[in-house]
Each structure stands twice: as C-alpha cells, then as structure tokens.
C-alpha cells in the first residue's frame, strides 16, 4: 500500500489543521492506520492510531485535541488537529500496518505552530 500525505502548513497557536492520507496504490480498509510525527532534533512519536473496526486511539500529548477518522471509500484517513500548540511543530507521517513499531519515514507533510 502507497500512501499519500496531504495538508499540513503553519498556524498560530491554537489554530487548527486538517492532514489526509491517501492510498494511491490499493485499498487499506483492511489495514490499521496510525500516524507519527518527528520534530527536528526529537524522536519519532506515534501520534494516533485507528483500527479496521473504526477503533481510535491517541497519545496522551494530543488526546482531546486531535481527531483520526477514516472513509474506507475514498481510501483516505484524516487527521483533525486544533488547538494547536508550538510542540506540535513536526513532520507529520502516516503508515499502514498498525503502531507496535515508530516509523517517520516515507512522504510527510509538514506541520508548524507558530506562538
């Protein structure tokens, strides 16, 4: 499965950002989805996650903030992000296959708050 990372940008502080990932190679309804990100100089972070069955799950530096959701028709998982915040400054990656591993790598998109 090849995905596609779209969206992104910069933002003040407390505003919101919507990425999007898209499979350009086949279906992922099958797959779970899970994002990362990796600001310049940090590790790579899992940021959330979503099961086949719809089932989400955030890290607990974005519960509450961010939204995963997924449209198996249009192959595509998206990423909801408001209130924003300067630490959320990264690049942003989603991978397929589920999370039990960190994996920034691949095309991303790059997300940067300003304060």
């Known amino acids: 499965v090849q995905l596609v990372v779209s969206g992104g940008g910069s933002v003040q502080a407390g505003g919101s950002l919507l990425v999007s990932c898209t499979s350009s190679g086949g279906t992922f309804h099958d797959s779970d989805i899970a994002w990362f990100r990796q600001a310049p100089g940090n590790e790579c972070e899992w940021v959330s996650g979503?099961?086949?069955?719809?089932?989400?799950y955030y890290a607990d530096s974005v519960k509450g903030r961010f939204t995963i959701s997924r449209d198996n028709a249009k192959n595509t998982v998206f990423l909801q992000m408001n209130s924003l915040k300067p630490e959320d400054t990264a690049a942003y990656y989603c991978?397929?296959?589920?999370?039990?591993?960190?994996?920034?790598w691949g095309q991303g998109t790059q997300v940067t708050v300003s304060s």
């Open positions: 979503i099961n086949t069955d719809g089932t989400r």
């Open positions: 991978q397929a296959d589920g999370w039990t591993k960190l994996r920034c």
